[in-house]
C-alpha cells in the first residue's frame, strides 16, 4: 500500500528527474550523444592507446586495430565487470587517439568511451603538429570546434572534452598560454569541459588567470594531475569552482604518493574541508604502446574498486561519499554546457 508521504516522495522524486535542467545534461561519446544522468560510474582519466614517437611521425599506421583491440578488451571488460559504464580515453591527437579503435572498443563492450580534441603541449611542445606554432589561439579553436561541429577526421566521432596540457612551470610559456586561450575559445562556443594536464600549482592558477580573462568559469576547467599539486592549491582552486583531478591512483604506489593510503589519507582531509564535491579520481591507467613488443606492459583499470573503495568504506566514507566521487562529481564536470563567469 502506498501511503500518502510515499506518493509525495514518488512525485518529487518524478518531478526532479523530469526537470528541464536535467535533460539537458548531455555527454558527446564516440557514439553519439547520451544523457549525463546514464552514465554512471565512470573512470574520468585513462588511456587505451598512446604512442609518444611524436607529432612529425605518428599516425594510424603505427599500430593494427586489430592487435590493440585484443590486447585491451579483457582490460575493458574487468573494469566493467566491476561496474564501470563510462570511460573518458585522454589521449589528445598527435599522440595516440584513435576514434574508431575507441568506438569498435565501445560497441563491443557496452562500455560508454570518450574522446577529445585539443592539443598536448607538455613534453617541450614534441606533439604539437608543425600548424600550431605559427596559428594564433582563434585558428586553433577554429580546428578543435570544427572536430565537435562536424566530427574527427572524416569518422563521424565527436569529441566529448577538451584535453590539452602545458607543462609544469609558473609562468607559461607562449605557446602553452596559447593552448589554453584556443580552449577557452572552444569551451565559449561548444560547452565542452578542458582537462588540462597540469599537474603543480602554478600552471593550474596561470591557467586559471587566462580563463576567467577570457570570461570561462573554473568550473569549465579539470586541474589534471593535481596530486602533483598542493593541499593549500586544491582548496583554493575548488573554492574558485575548478575540478580537482587525482588521476594515478595505483596500489604498487604503496607508502607514498598515488598509493591508496595516500588517496584515503587525502580524501578524507578534503571530505573535512567541504570539497569532496569538487574532487575527481582515476588511474590513468593503461595503455597499449605501439613502439613496444605487443603493447608492451599494460596497468589494469580496478584499482579504484579492488583496494580504494574498501579503504575508504573503513574510514567511513559512505556510499552517498562514493557516487559523488564516482558518479554525481563526473557528470557534473564532464555534462556538454557552456560555463562563463557570472
Ligand atoms: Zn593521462
Given at each position: 500500500m502506498l501511503n500518502n508521504s510515499t506518493i509525495f516522495l514518488l512525485a518529487l522524486f518524478f518531478l526532479t528527474s523530469c526537470s528541464p535542467k536535467f535533460k539537458k545534461d548531455t555527454l558527446i561519446t564516440v557514439r553519439g550523444k547520451m544523457p549525463a544522468e546514464k552514465m554512471g560510474i565512470s573512470l574520468i582519466h585513462e588511456h587505451i592507446l598512446v604512442d609518444f614517437i611524436g607529432a612529425d611521425s605518428t599516425g594510424y599506421h603505427r599500430w593494427e586495430k586489430s592487435k590493440v583491440i585484443e590486447r585491451v578488451l579483457p582490460f575493458l571488460m574487468e573494469a566493467k565487470q566491476k561496474g564501470v559504464q563510462t570511460f573518458f580515453e585522454c589521449t589528445p591527437s598527435y599522440l595516440g587517439r584513435d576514434p574508431l579503435l575507441l568506438k569498435e572498443l565501445s560497441e563491443k563492450t557496452g562500455i560508454n568511451i570518450l574522446t577529445n580534441t585539443g592539443y598536448y603541449g607538455a613534453g617541450d611542445n614534441k606533439y604539437i603538429p608543425k600548424h600550431a606554432f605559427d596559428q594564433t589561439p582563434e585558428e586553433l579553436a577554429k580546428i578543435w570546434i570544427d572536430e565537435f561541429k562536424n566530427g574527427i577526421e572524416g569518422t563521424g566521432v565527436i569529441p566529448g572534452f577538451i584535453k590539452i596540457s602545458v607543462a609544469r612551470n609558473d609562468i607559461l610559456s607562449p605557446m602553452h598560454a596559447k593552448i589554453i586561450k584556443a580552449a577557452a575559445i572552444t569551451h565559449k562556443a561548444t560547452g565542452l569541459t578542458i582537462v588540462s594536464h597540469t599537474g603543480n600549482d602554478g600552471p593550474a592558477f596561470a591557467q586559471l588567470a587566462i580563463l576567467k580573462a577570457e570570461g570561462v568559469s573554473p568550473e569549465a576547467f579539470v586541474w589534471t594531475?593535481?596530486?602533483?599539486?598542493?593541499f593549500e592549491g586544491y582548496v583554493r582552486a575548488a573554492k574558485q569552482g575548478a575540478w580537482i583531478s587525482l588521476d594515478n591512483l595505483n596500489k604498487n604506489n604503496s607508502g607514498k604518493a598515488g598509493g591508496i593510503d595516500w588517496y584515503v589519507e587525502l580524501l578524507a582531509k578534503l571530505k573535512k574541508e567541504n570539497l569532496l564535491h569538487k574532487v575527481l579520481i582515476s588511474h590513468d591507467a593503461g595503455w597499449y604502446n605501439?613502439?613496444?613488443?605487443?603493447?608492451g606492459n599494460f596497468r589494469a583499470y580496478t584499482d579504484i574498486f579492488r583496494y580504494l573503495i574498501p579503504a575508504l568504506r573503513k574510514n567511513g566514507f559512505s556510499q552517498k561519499d562514493l557516487n559523488l566521487l564516482l558518479i554525481k562529481n563526473p557528470r557534473k564536470a564532464y555534462a556538454v554546457t557552456i560555463r562563463k563567469i557570472k
Open positions: 594531475h593535481a596530486q602533483d599539486g598542493t605501439p613502439g613496444q613488443e605487443n603493447g
